[in-house]
């Protein structure tokens, strides 16, 4: 077999060959080309990573584990991550998303976590092309699908829509789960001399080599890679659930890991080098559910619903028992024994004999070439004076209220179960969501969030406002984001100008999550999302996650009351490059506005002090669609309108649809004006009117009844 | 009152049910393995909780229905002890013909999760006495087969003899066809047999026993058993 078939290159080739000091065979060869394809070894970015901060007070776990973990405080930790599984979902939309919701739920659980809610990221093409409406159709009903019947609510995410994902769509999946830090289970403590066992589903063929699927361009020939599909089973998994949860509860285990990408290969390697030992796998003893499968197959299947354990010989039994008693397949297969030697035994011959810290870990990495796109300066030219100010305003807020990114989600998460397990104390359709933790005052609050477009007008400035964003959410809420994780969707890196774009967006969420002191502790890259019709737009979604100290101290959105005096925090000169406006018009052009560290991290303790000091009834940072859509969709949830005058003399269309910066709009009780004025004293604060009618109307631009704006907002 | 919850492979809701028993009666609740074959020797209200009973792969409940613990729960049922099914009981409760009736997939054939209007149809059972009489409370719904149908000599006959206790409704306790959820036959969200110490209901009361997460109105449903059961000793 030509190395170049397993999909190596020559330079990997040659490291195997020179580590080995001989030829490997075709098992080793086809394992190698998988471990060593970008989805598993981080090839192209190993090195662009190392540029987020990813240490702080709150970390217990960074990056580097099955997921990253930060301290809530009294022992209690949380561990989440988040992870694309774009190229799976665009050929089996059903299976595709229901499989990457199974297994971030397996990568937390991994930890010995109780997964306690899940997130999702979709972008979807054009809505109108069919093609759109069953790929969003399977793709929303395998996330539900699998996520309900698991019992893991869905309680939030983000659904946005461009031409560029008509081919590609992307399906990002969140999750996080509770673990108290004393029972963290990790891949780094086996010793030699214990078992290795496999718990879980029977090994197929199904899914073979799905990660190395996952590091090319989609075309005509792979669409047709079923065999590259796996099949999800969440009945198996929530069994997985609670029989690794009673193990780990019981102390039965010494180290646990999901089998996702590369199934049993990448797994056990990973223990064994993390770990620094060797082991020996017996092959035989693995169940099957197909017949003749070769060793290649076996090491390589990407069946769903299985965990690696490794338990100290002494626990055998009673680990069997608990699968047994939640009828799940067990099979010690394996031993760990000294030294680093990683071998396969199967049909009583040596099918493959690898160090096993070269299998994950030493795959050299490709410096790609990097190149600033020549056409970047002429997509900031825009003036903005060819804009005409709208001829109807009532028109234009109506259908930026039913472009479809901005429109209500409800149609899709009404489809998703959001309060199972009894934490959900703000579900989706927020644009913050709270977990209680039962028995405990403080909230976890989290948000997931994208701007590709800004990213794709200035990948630097994009990257820090897709950070910027989910802070400023948080903090109105009353939540001091605590850390995130981030799924890195980008087309190829081997065109330069493209790997330009993903080097500038990394360095510009890097830019911002230092800024915040905001780390990153998990999260995974997928590249070369394109097709022959082009490619994605860089698209960095970021899973943030937050800590509320109580109740008392958060803030909703969408809660205004009768009376309530309206105020704009926040530079009145945003601008429209980029902006939800100009994009439901067609037109993607401008450069987004700078990131200003000061000022974000002054509205950010503002903004954290006006929760807790109950300061307003109601709040909400301003993202798509600019303080035109945040009124309309305080007021449509609050169920009540409001009357607001701007005495500024910025261009109207900008005040009221520009984007970026640090902006909020608040509903202030008017006993507590006085207060709300001393904590934004010294940062730009306007009055802009009083909550209370039947219509929002502002003057010299719209005037619209709450059921008009509703009716736009939720049937398009 | 000492209440079993029965956890079969699958269910989701055992844990939530629990809690919100525990949490608002006070009273003792514990899990029963669905493999065992006799339900503890001093339970007096059985609890088939929600969720995908064997991943509900084949007709949602049909697996659970014949699970080894469900002949002691029927025959605890039919001693006129206190059985209660949430959605997936509902399910189970139809299949093991504890119950008239079906569940069939909503007529969107979509899954819907959201917070639900009821009206009260019924305060002369055990789970409702504490109601008034066409209140209007809020329980969440969260399911993908939850229209309930049945022949229509027998809806007659179940609507004659009261059996309907719950009926989807709007804030105003008006059950017009926008406020059906799901599709099910006059707007019937949850049933008792006719001696009444046997209830399924699609709705999660369970999801409305907290001020923080998703209201209080299903502490008056609990607090109804527990009263109706000190009253009655059933």
């Known amino acids: 077999m030509e190395y170049t078939q397993a999909g190596l290159r020559e330079t990997e080739y040659e490291e195997i060959r020179r580590v080995l000091g001989r030829e490997p065979n075709e098992c080793e060869l086809r394992i190698m080309g998988v471990m060593w394809s970008e989805h598993c070894s981080y090839k192209s970015t190993k090195n662009l990573l190392k540029l987020f901060p990813n240490n702080g007070d709150r970390v217990v776990l960074g990056p580097g584990e099955n997921a990253g973990i930060i301290d809530l405080g009294d022992g209690l930790g949380a561990a989440f991550k988040a992870e694309s599984h774009n190229h799976p979902s665009a050929v089996a939309p059903y299976q595709g998303a229901a499989t990457g919701v199974g297994g971030i739920i397996r990568d937390i659980l991994a930890l010995g976590a109780r997964p306690v809610a899940s997130m999702d990221g979709l972008f979807f093409g054009e809505p109108s092309s069919p093609r759109t409406q069953s790929l969003a159709s399977g793709i929303v009903h395998g996330v539900g699908g699998y996520g309900n019947a698991v019992g893991v609510p869905t309680v939030g995410g983000k659904t946005a829509y461009d031409p560029s994902y008509n081919e590609n769509p992307l399906l990002n999946a969140f999750c996080i789960g509770l673990i108290p830090l004393d029972e963290i289970v990790s891949s780094r403590t086996a010793r030699p001399g214990q078992a290795v066992v496999l718990l879980g589903s029977k090994t197929g063929r199904d899914g073979i080599a799905g990660a190395a699927f996952a590091s090319v361009e989609l075309s005509e020939d792979n669409k047709a890679s079923r065999p590259s599909i796996q099949i999800g089973d969440p009945f198996g998994e929530k069994l997985l659930i609670e029989a690794c949860l009673e193990m780990n509860e019981k102390k039965l285990i010494v180290s646990m890991q999901d089998m996702g990408a590369a199934g049993i290969i990448s797994s056990s390697s990973e223990v064994a080098a993390k770990s620094g030992v060797g082991m020996i796998l017996h092959f035989d003893k693995i169940p099957l559910r197909a017949e003749n499968m070769e060793p290649w197959e076996i090491a390589l299947s990407e069946s769903q619903e299985r965990m690696l354990l490794i338990v100290d010989r002494s626990y055998l039994h009673e680990v069997m028992e608990v699968a047994e008693k939640w009828e799940l397949d067990c099979a010690e297969f394996g031993e760990t024994v000294e030294g680093d030697e990683y071998t396969i035994l199967f049909h009583g011959e040596r099918a493959a004999s690898l160090p096993a810290t070269l299998i994950g870990d030493r795959c050299p990495l490709i410096p790609w070439p990097s190149r600033r796109p020549a056409d970047l300066e002429k997509k900031w030219e825009f003036d903005v004076d060819d804009i005409p100010l709208p001829e109807d305003w009532n028109e234009t807020l109506l259908s930026l209220l039913a472009d479809p990114s901005l429109a209500s989600k409800k149609r899709i998460y009404e489809q998703y179960d959001s309060m199972v397990q009894l934490n959900t104390v703000i579900g989706p359709g927020h644009p913050v969501s709270m977990l209680r933790i039962k028995g405990r005052d403080s909230l976890i609050a989290m948000t997931l969030d994208a701007d590709p477009w800004k990213c794709s007008l200035d990948p630097f400035r994009g990257g820090a406002e897709t950070v910027a964003r989910p802070v400023r959410d948080l903090a109105v809420a009353g939540a001091r984001a605590a850390g995130l994780t981030d799924c890195l969707n980008f087309p190829s890196p081997e065109v330069p100008e493209q790997y330009w774009v993903l080097e500038e967006c990394v360095k510009g969420m890097a830019e911002a999550c230092g800024a915040f002191d905001c780390p990153v502790v998990s999260g995974n890259v997928s590249l070369y999302n394109e097709s022959p019709d082009g490619a994605i737009l860089p698209t960095p979604v970021v899973g943030t996650v937050g800590i509320i100290p109580s109740i008392d101290a958060a803030l909703s959105a969408g809660t205004w009351e009768e009376g309530d005096v309206l105020f704009l925090v926040g530079p009145c000169n945003p601008s429209l490059a980029g902006s939800r406006y100009l994009l439901s018009q067609g037109k993607l052009a401008g450069r987004p506005l700078p990131f200003y560290p000061e000022a974000e991290k002054d509205f950010v303790e503002r903004a954290l002090k006006t929760a807790s000091a109950k300061a307003a009834h109601s709040g909400r940072a301003l993202s798509g669609g600019g303080l035109a859509a945040a009124l309309a969709k305080e007021s449509m949830e609050s169920g009540i309108g409001a009357s607001i005058s701007l005495s500024i003399p910025t261009r109207k269309d900008i005040l009221l649809f520009g984007e970026g910066c640090a902006r909020a709009l608040y509903a202030v009780p008017m006993s507590r004006v006085p207060l709300f004025k001393v904590l934004w004293n010294g940062y730009p604060c306007i009055q802009l009117g009083r909550v209370g009618g039947e219509r929002l109307s502002v003057e010299g631009a719209f005037s619209l009844t709450v059921s008009e704006l509703l009716s736009k907002w939720r049937n398009g | ?234």
């Not at chain 2, 008034?132 to 000599?153: N, R």
């Open chain 2, 1 to 234: 009152m000492n209440t079993a919850v029965i956890v079969f492979p699958g269910s989701n809701c055992d844990q939530d049910v629990m809690h919100a028993v525990a949490g608002s009666l006070g009273t003792k609740v514990r899990a029963v393995w669905h493999k065992e074959t006799t339900l503890p020797e001093d339970t007096d209200f059985v609890i088939l909780p929600g969720g995908f009973s064997f991943g509900d792969y084949l007709r949602c409940g049909a697996m659970a229905a014949r699970s080894p613990i469900m002949k002691a729960v029927a025959e605890h049922g039919r001693r006129g002890g206190l059985l209660l099914g949430i959605c997936n009981g509902f399910q189970i409760l139809t299949e093991s013909r504890l119950l008239p009736g079906a569940l069939l997939p909503n007529r969107t054939l979509n899954f819907v999760c959201r917070p639900c209007f009821l009206r009260v149809e019924s305060v002369s059972t055990p789970f409702t006495s504490l109601f008034s009489k066409g209140q209007v409370v809020q329980f969440p719904i969260a399911h993908g087969d939850g229209l309930y149908t049945l022949p229509e000599e027998e809806l007659k006959a179940l609507e004659d003899r009261g059996g309907v206790v719950f009926r989807y409704s709007d804030s105003d306790g008006l059950t017009g066809d926008n406020a059906n959820p799901n599709g099910s036959a006059n707007n019937i969200a949850g049933i008792v047999n006719e001696r009444g110490n046997i209830l399924g209901l699609m709705p999660h009361p369970e999801r409305a026993s907290e001020a923080l997460t998703g209201g209080e109105d299903g502490r008056v449903f609990w607090q109804s058993i527990l009263e109706s059961f000190t009253k009655g000793g059933r």
